[in-house]
């Protein structure tokens, strides 16, 4: 299974907003609406942002939404705040054999 | 408060084997799956290995497919990854997270527990 495409980079000012890509195939991120991102801070565990393309756990911004069209998923993040800069992963499920996979990865700067 | 507290990491020559370890706690541990997740240095997450909340169903990445077993005791609210013929790249910070009520994401994740193997 063949990791997720997401840019290596993004970066925006405080108060803008950003929207990371991430490009699966039409075995994951086309078939199933499956979709979950994670926010990584330096030396920290994972977070889980958003799950099932578009549904945000309790307890996380109303700035992070999430959004698929065919075999790309988006995470944008509206009024950039400084405690944002992190890195971000986006995953699918991938069904067949029961497997998930992740994206490289995206690291978000705050200028 | 949820937790999960790995433990287990350490030092492996190619060819070993070690067995990783996860407390939980704050939740009822047997309705979740939960998976383990790894984090080569400075690399970016790579699903391992999937157990079902009653320890009935595994489901592994074909990387580590035949090599490592992933176990629970719900008795003891423990997860378990038992790793054997580690290769070099198998090193990296291995995570135990709590599948969401839907399997489909990781909701809570543990602090990770190193593994390096290497000669």
């Known amino acids: 299974q063949s990791a997720l495409t997401q840019p290596a980079s993004v970066s925006g000012s405080p108060g803008q907003s950003i929207t990371i890509s991430c490009t699966g195939t039409?075995?994951?991120?086309?078939?199933?609406?499956?979709v979950s991102w994670y926010q990584q801070h330096p030396g920290k565990a994972p977070k889980l942002m958003i799950y099932?393309?578009?549904k945000r756990p309790s307890g996380v911004s109303n700035r992070f939404s999430g959004s698929k069209s065919g075999n790309t998923a988006s995470l944008t993040i509206s009024g950039l705040q400084a405690e944002d800069e992190a890195d971000y992963y986006c995953?699918?499920?991938?069904?067949?054999?029961?497997?998930?996979?992740f994206g490289g990865g995206t690291k978000l700067t705050v200028l | 408060e949820v937790q999960l507290v790995e433990s287990g990491g350490g030092v492996v020559q190619p060819g070993g084997s070690l067995r990783l370890s996860c407390a939980a706690s704050?939740?009822?541990?047997?309705?979740?799956?939960m998976h383990w997740v790894r984090q080569a240095p400075g690399k970016g997450l790579e699903w391992v290995s999937l157990?079902?909340?009653?320890?009935?169903?595994?489901y592994y990445a074909d990387s580590v497919k035949g090599r490592f077993t992933i176990s629970r005791d719900n008795s003891k609210n423990s997860l378990y990854l038992q790793m054997n013929s580690l290769r070099t790249e198998d090193t990296a910070l291995y995570y135990c997270?709590?599948?969401?009520?839907?399997?489909?994401?990781?909701?809570?994740w543990g602090q990770g527990t190193m593994v390096t193997v290497s000669s």
């Open positions: 997270a709590k599948a969401n009520s839907g399997w489909y994401a990781f909701d809570i």
């Open positions: 704050g939740f009822t541990f047997d309705d979740y799956a």
């Open positions: 157990i079902s909340g009653d320890g009935g169903s595994t």
């Open positions: 039409s075995s994951d991120v086309g078939s199933y609406n499956l």
């Open positions: 099932e393309v578009s």
């Open positions: 995953c699918s499920y991938a069904g067949s054999s029961i497997s998930w996979v």
